[in-house]
């Protein structure tokens, strides 16, 4: 079956650190894959989404950046973190032929201070 | 322009009773799939339902079910006999096309079932 892999749960990180987020899933194959940001009590944000290694679309433009070495692995980065990019941030996947719906990771809670 | 509209920030049900979440999309695309999540005060996504917009029937899953009126582009969600547990955060999305890659949700409705 397949799996998602998301992690850290949770992240505090000072104004102006890096940050790595990293999502990998499991038993499946050139899935499609999306960033998404939730601000508190707010709905989801698409931030990227990618149809295969390299390939990434971005939809909001930001001081973040997404990439995905391996075809089952997505990562969201930041050179120099603000204090808005607090929120929640959520990876999912779809499988490559579409139609069905998306199945999300855990989720990261990202505090910025 | 916003592509699915949630004009409920908040509902309440009585325990035992029906609630219908609104949801209106807005797409020229005659190929999409709409979907429902709800997200519990953990965080995590839990899909709900689906319906193609080829659908003849509107989709059930359990207690919940899908009120689909395509001509009124929207799509309402049903639950039916509420349940303490029903009390999350729902979110109404959108795939346009067949193979299309970007899923679009709307703002959510907080639903609060009292006892």
């Known amino acids: 079956s397949q799996t998602i892999h998301q992690w850290p749960a949770t992240l505090v990180q000072p104004v102006g650190s890096p940050l790595s987020l990293e999502c990998t899933v499991e038993g499946t194959s050139n899935p499609n894959l999306y960033w998404y940001r939730q601000a508190a009590g707010r709905g989801l944000q698409l931030l990227f989404y990618s149809v295969g290694i390299g390939q990434i679309s971005s939809e909001v433009p930001q001081n973040l950046s997404a990439s995905r070495p391996q075809d089952r692995q997505f990562i969201l980065s930041s050179k120099k973190l603000l204090l808005s990019d607090s929120g929640f941030y959520l990876c999912a996947w779809t499988p490559g032929t579409g139609g069905t719906e998306a199945f999300f990771g855990q989720g990261t809670r990202l505090t910025v201070v | 322009a916003q592509k699915i509209t949630q004009t409920q920030p908040g509902m309440f049900v009585q325990e035992k009773e029906a609630v219908t979440l609104d949801c209106t999309y807005d797409?020229?695309?005659?190929?999409?799939?709409l979907f429902w999540y709800k997200q519990p005060s953990s965080g995590e996504m839990i899909f709900l339902i689906y319906?193609?917009?080829?659908?003849?029937q509107n989709a059930t899953e359990g207690r919940y079910s899908l009120n689909f009126q395509k001509a009124r582009k929207s799509a309402n969600l049903v639950i039916s006999a509420s349940q303490l547990g029903d009390s999350a955060m729902y979110f109404c999305a959108m795939r346009e096309g067949y193979n299309n890659n970007d899923m679009r949700f709307g703002a959510g409705t907080r639903l609060t079932v009292k006892p």
């Open positions: 319906q193609g917009s080829y659908d003849q």
């Open positions: 797409t020229s695309d005659p190929s999409y799939g």
